[in-house]
């Protein structure tokens, strides 16, 4: 099967504590990206990760860090988590361009007590 | 920065009616408008895409560009149950390596 996979489902953890989340495609592309989805559905681009260039939006704070071994694993590390970092976590794949499709994971939902 | 408007926030349909759906952008540099459908407790899935001004349609779903006012609407016709869903539009400024998603529009389609 093709597609993105992401792991774990769901995640509960409390203040202060490290979190990592998985993401694998095999749909065959060369850009990754996360995105956080808020509890109002809000979708925002976190990382884009194309043959080993990270971008990253200025946005978001330095406590998330991705993590790539090759084009087809981009992984999500957060360390310290908030309350406000409480969402579902989208991991998504496309081949480089504006016209490319982007294939969005199962999510990952965090919720941190 | 760059803002991607959606309207209505919600909109409750009956079945077999017609579903209008907008979407502006406040960059004029956007090349491309996508439109992703998210179904309750599931991910986005890409719905249509337009890159040029004028219309595309695909079965009961039909897309407009106005590049001169960066306008893009849907419309869905004889609308069903199972196109409740979150409809989420997404601009991509040229060259910008990010999609710019709106906050989306809740359709309910009545049976």
């Known amino acids: 099967e093709t597609a993105v996979f992401q792991t774990p489902n769901y995640h509960v953890t409390q203040v202060g504590n490290e979190v990592s989340f998985n993401c694998k495609q095999t749909?065959?592309?060369?850009?990754m990206y996360w995105y956080k989805q808020d509890s109002k559905k809000l979708l925002k681009i976190m990382f884009s990760?194309?043959?080993?260039?990270?971008?990253v939006n200025e946005t978001v704070p330095r406590r998330f860090s991705p993590q790539s071994s090759d084009k087809a694993h981009l992984n999500l590390r957060i360390k310290s988590v908030e309350p406000e970092d409480s969402a579902v976590y989208l991991c998504?794949?496309?081949?480089?361009?504006?016209?490319?499709?982007?294939?969005f994971g199962p999510g990952t939902r965090l919720t941190v007590l | 920065q760059q803002k991607v408007q959606q309207s209505p926030e919600s909109l409750i349909v009956p079945e077999g009616g017609m579903a209008s759906l907008n979407c502006t952008s406040s960059?004029?540099?956007?090349?491309y408008f996508w439109w992703y459908r998210q179904h309750s407790g599931k991910s986005p899935k890409m719905l249509m895409?337009?890159?040029?001004?004028g219309e595309k349609e695909e079965g009961r779903f039909t897309v407009h560009l106005n590049k001169a006012s960066l306008h893009t609407s849907l419309h869905i016709r004889d609308s069903q149950p199972s196109d409740s869903a979150l409809y989420l539009c997404?601009?991509?400024?040229?060259?910008?390596?990010?999609?710019?998603f709106g906050s989306g529009t809740q359709l309910t389609v009545m049976p």
């Open positions: 998504a794949s496309s081949f480089w361009g504006g016209d490319a499709e982007q294939f």
């Open positions: 997404a601009a991509d400024p040229s060259g910008s390596w990010q999609l710019i």
């Open positions: 749909l065959g592309h060369d850009t």
């Open positions: 990760y194309n043959n080993k260039q990270l971008i």
């Open positions: 960059d004029r540099n956007v090349d």
């Open positions: 895409s337009i890159f040029s001004n």
